[in-house]
């Protein structure tokens, strides 16, 4: 494995104008595609400021929105109307407003991917005067792995809505029924023998879930880590393409035979979403995805496994450990003309505040997890993840290139790969692991595409400029 205090940055990148021409002119293409008014948000007729924020359609973002009477009785004078939308479609939207200076947004949500790309480019507004005199905002509260993920040359950028790694969910009674028990640092290889023990489809329970939806952030998420772990990489040091080689074979294969026999049904159009709500509601004995699960899976309201599921570290191969560092977060587009309105918003939306709002108002389970270490000292949250807590911390502060991957690579990112070009070419590539989760061809014709894809963009870095 490789050791050392980080691993190297690139040592050949295309100029910065270069690339970000190229970026500006394909996300216009989007934006005109996606439909994007650019009308931008404007004070209303009432003398109201109105800011329009654009946000993922996840079950917490969800619960954002059916609190917002608590935010207008504090703030009166803001009007916030909201832009949901599913993963892949806010990506390509947000990406294209921002990238172009659309301005139809005023408060995005954005991860530590996009976070210090978009600062280097300047297109998002610098948050750390914000954060830092906003009274009880505290930013040094922010778990340190999740703070500078989102932080460029030391300023906040963006800050946490919720922050993730990624482990393995199992329900505790099917195992116990079924005679075997999980290992407190599963391998791929234990995995793949309880998922077969345990896959019982004539009941309705398959025995894992994976996604398999094509998308960068969807099946690339938890698979790059599978990757990672079997002692693959995108690149090289020498930015040589590498998804043709053994070790991405090995693992790419292993995952799609793995949900394809003991997987759920219709795995290949399975995101994040679907595996939680299969999860829920019983039909998965395990799990692989990310911590912020536990705000669903807990609930016992809306689900039917709260009480019966155990959380295990992310299975390994050859490293140490496999889980991801990922955030959502919101940040502010540099084109906005309501800066302040918009820190109001988010900042209200990152507190310590909002975390005890939302359990008192809709359960402690329901808790946005892995952003502050104070929500971990709530007596209230303390007694109610108990199972999880540790888990989660251990794995969001234990994430990191060093212990995770056997080689050194010239990217940033775990279950990603931080350069600009990766929002196309990971879509190519999950379109290709797609197709052979559906049986449309072998993994070793989808590699070779994707290893085609990846040559591509590596030519663009070899013959970049210092």
């Known amino acids: 494995m490789f050791r050392g205090r980080a ?7 295309p100029p910065r104008r270069r690339v970000r021409t190229a970026l500006a002119g394909m996300f216009a293409l989007l934006l005109a595609l996606s439909g ?26 969800q619960d954002a929105i059916s609190l917002q009477k608590h935010f207008r009785a504090e703030y009166p004078n803001i009007d916030v109307q909201f832009v949901s939308l599913p993963e892949n479609e806010a990506r390509a939207k947000i990406t294209a407003s921002v990238a172009t200076g659309g301005g139809e947004f005023d408060v995005v949500m954005i991860s530590n991917y996009e976070t210090p790309m978009w600062a280097e480019n300047d297109w998002i507004t610098n948050l750390q005067d914000y954060a830092e005199n906003t009274p009880g905002y505290d930013p040094q509260d922010i778990l340190p792995n999740i703070r500078k993920s989102l932080s460029y040359q030391g300023d906040l950028y963006s800050v946490p809505f919720y922050g993730e790694s990624s482990f393995l969910a199992y329900r505790k009674d099917l195992f116990k029924k079924a005679g075997v028990s999980m290992p407190d640092e599963p391998t791929w290889n234990d995995i793949q023998r309880l998922a077969k023990k345990l896959h019982n489809p004539k009941q309705g329970v398959s025995g894992i879930c994976l996604r398999g939806l094509a998308g960068w952030g969807e099946n690339l998420a938890p698979l790059n880590t599978v990757i990672n772990t079997y002692g693959g990489r995108w690149f090289d040091m020498d930015w040589n393409a590498t ?6 074979e090995a693992a790419v294969t292993d995952y799609v035979n793995l949900v394809r026999n003991y997987g759920q049904p219709g795995a290949a159009t399975s995101g994040f979403g ?43 191969k050859k490293t140490e450990s496999a889980g991801w560092l990922y955030s959502w977060s919101l940040a502010i587009p540099k084109t906005s003309d309501h800066k302040d309105a918009a820190w109001k918003f988010m900042s209200w939306m990152t507190s310590k505040d909002y975390i005890k709002l939302v359990g008192n108002e809709l359960g402690w389970e329901r808790v946005p997890p892995g952003s502050r270490k104070s929500t971990y000292e709530i007596p209230e949250y303390e007694k109610v993840s108990g199972a999880y807590a540790d888990r989660t911390l251990a794995a969001i502060a234990g994430a990191s290139q060093e212990t995770s991957m056997t080689k050194p690579v010239p990217y940033t990112g775990l279950q990603f790969v931080g350069i600009p070009e990766f929002q196309d070419l990971g879509t190519r590539v999950a379109q290709q692991i797609s197709a052979a989760i559906a049986g449309q061809k072998s993994v070793e014709e989808a590699l070779e595409q ?6 591509t963009v590596a030519e663009t870095y070899q013959a970049g400029e210092n």
């Not at 691993?7 to 990148?13: A, E, G, L, M, V």
């Not at 998804?243 to 991405?248: F, G, M, R, W």
């Not at 994707?450 to 040559?455: N, W």
Request: proline share 7%; glycine share 10%; hydrophobic share 35%.
């Open 7 to 13: 691993f190297p940055t690139p040592s050949k990148r």
């Open 450 to 455: 994707s290893q085609q894809y990846a040559e």
């Open 243 to 248: 998804l043709d080689s053994p070790q991405v």
């Open 36 to 61: 994007c008014a650019g009308a931008g948000a404007i004070g209303g007729g009432s003398g109201k400021t109105q800011i329009v924020v654009a946000i993922v359609s996840n079950p917490q973002m």
């Open 274 to 316: 679907d595996c939680l709500t299969r999860y829920s509601q019983g039909n998965a004995a395990m799990w692989y995805d990310a911590t912020s699960m536990v705000s669903s899976v807990e609930d016992p309201q809306a689900s039917k496994v709260a009480d019966k599921t155990g959380y295990a570290l992310a299975p390994v």
